[in-house]
Structures are given as structure tokens and as C-alpha cells.
């Protein structure tokens, strides 16, 4: 995920963050395809409470409450997250040096990550920081969202997009790898140690984004038309992977089909059907722009 908003700060750095009617025109598209997942995906989260007993008045306001701080179903909060991420960027980097930008959002990851990957760490704490956490946690759940997570990795696409030393460095493979040995390092501590609430945010995930995209970007591959293909190609899975998801939990929820139950089976089932899906789309999406 974190390589998502990364994407998007490249993309959107590189038509000009500054500018108010670039950010306006992309978080119209953005909200406008939020709007429409969201119509596809309540309805199933509403059947899979119904099925698991939870359809009652304070698993809605629960769901409401996840709504409200994250998103309408588990893999939406993207989009949510990174309209608030690029309008707090396009007003903070007009209104301040980039340096103060970079360094405030820094301050935000290392906040998020006492509310995810470091969690624990807040036990050693003085006691007003860790009530101040549990408190935030009580209302908005999570630090994974579009302030503590969006805007640094949406800061760092645009930071990548503005600096063109940056976007020819050819020595970011041997630091990716040694990034990700070190990010492993990093998990296995975590969990000796029993400090993660999750591990959506840890220290290593950020310089790890950064260099897989710059190696990614500095790939020989310049075809627009098989760019194009992929990016919709991505694009598709991310939207459907947990619509097929879904109706495997409804198939073991409802009709107990206990084939689905193992989640090697599951995960085989998820990934041909968004794969399919998305291979179809997309065809069907270009042949419509061709014509």
C-alpha cells in the first residue's frame, strides 16, 4: 500500500502539486471512484454482519465509526487517505519550505508508528503520551490513515518527481535489498518482543518504498501503451481482490463450503478471479478508447 501513495505523489508531483486545479481534478476522479466502489461494497459488508450475528445496533455504529475514520470496507481507506494526504500537501508545500514539509512529515510517520508497528513502545513512555494514543486509537482506530501514513509516502512520490538526481540514482538496488534484510530484522524484533499492534507502519517500510520505486523507475522499459495497460491492470485488482474475497466468506459463512476454509484455497480463488477480472476490464476499457 505504501507504494500506492508513493505512485500517486510521483504522478500527481510531476503535473504540480502547487497547483489547486491539478489536486481539484484528481480528488474529483478519486471521490468520484470511492463513491462507486463504496455502493459495491457496504452492501456486502451489511450481509457479512448479518451473517455473523453482528447486524445490531452497535455493530452498525461500529461500522459507522469505521466509515467515518477509515473507509466503507477494509482495502477503501486509500482513497479517503490520500484526498486528505495531497490537499494537506498542496496547502502545507505552498504555504512553507520544502524542508519544513519533509521534516513535519517525518514527525507524523514516527507518531504513527506508536500507533502500529511500535505500539508497545509506549510503555515506556511518560504517561501522558501513551493516554493521548489510546484515546486517539478509541476514536479514529488507527494511525494507518491519510494524515500519519498519506502524507509522508505521498510526500515522498512528489519529493522523487522534483528531484531529478534523485530519479536517475542507479545504485538503489543493493540498498533496497539491503533495506528489505534489515526490514526483516526489523519484523522479527517487533515480534520477539511482542511491540506491534500491526505492521502496517514500521521504520524500514519507508526507505523501502522509496528505493523499490526509484529501481522500478529506472527499469528499460518504456512502452505507453503496456504502461497503460498495466497501470489499469493494477488498478482493477486493487478494486476487485476483495469483492472475490468477500463471496468466499459468504460461501463459508452461509454454505459452509469447507474446501474455502483453507486460506491457501482462498488465496488461489482471490487471485485468479481479480486476475481474470482484471485482464477482461481492461481489454474491454482500451478497445472502447481505441474505438
Not at 482484471?278 to 481489454?283: G, P, S
Request: glycine share 8%.
Amino acid at each position: 500500500m505504501p507504494f500506492f501513495f508513493c505512485c500517486t505523489g510521483y504522478f500527481i508531483g510531476l503535473k504540480g502539486i502547487e497547483n489547486w486545479q491539478v489536486v481539484l481534478d484528481f480528488n474529483k476522479k478519486i471521490l468520484k471512484l470511492y463513491l462507486i466502489l463504496s455502493l459495491i461494497y457496504i452492501p456486502i459488508e451489511l450481509i457479512k454482519m448479518m451473517a455473523l450475528g453482528t447486524f445490531h445496533k452497535a455493530g452498525l455504529l461500529g461500522y459507522l465509526q469505521s466509515i467515518l475514520v477509515q473507509g466503507t470496507f477494509v482495502h477503501l481507506w486509500y482513497f479517503p487517505a490520500v484526498i486528505i494526504a495531497t490537499l494537506s500537501l498542496h496547502f502545507l508545500i505552498k504555504g512553507m519550505p520544502m524542508q519544513l514539509v519533509v521534516f513535519l512529515a517525518t514527525c507524523l510517520y514516527l507518531i504513527g508508528l506508536l500507533g502500529d508497528g511500535y505500539n508497545g513502545i509506549l510503555n515506556f513512555l511518560p504517561q501522558w503520551i501513551s493516554s493521548s494514543m489510546k484515546v486517539y486509537q478509541e476514536i479514529f482506530l488507527t494511525t494507518r490513515n491519510g494524515v500519519f501514513f498519506g502524507i509522508p509516502f505521498v510526500l515522498m512520490g512528489v519529493t522523487i518527481a522534483k528531484n531529478y538526481r534523485l530519479q536517475g540514482n542507479s545504485r538503489a538496488l543493493p540498498w533496497l535489498l539491503a533495506t528489505l534484510l534489515l526490514g526483516g530484522v526489523e519484523i522479527y524484533f517487533l515480534r520477539h518482543f511482542q511491540l506491534a499492534v500491526d505492521y502496517n507502519m514500521t521504520v524500514f517500510l519507508a526507505p523501502g518504498t522509496m528505493l523499490l520505486f526509484l529501481v522500478l523507475l529506472n527499469l528499460p522499459y518504456h512502452s505507453k501503451k503496456k504502461n497503460d495497460f498495466l497501470r489499469l491492470y493494477s488498478t482493477k485488482i486493487y478494486e476487485s481482490h476483495m469483492f472475490f474475497y468477500g463471496l468466499i466468506l459468504a460461501l463459508v459463512t452461509v454454505f459452509q463450503v469447507p474446501l474455502l476454509e483453507h486460506g491457501g484455497v482462498q488465496f488461489i480463488v482471490v487471485w485468479a478471479a481479480s486476475q481474470t477480472f482484471a485482464y477482461f476490464a481492461v481489454k474491454k476499457i482500451m478497445n472502447r478508447n481505441r474505438n
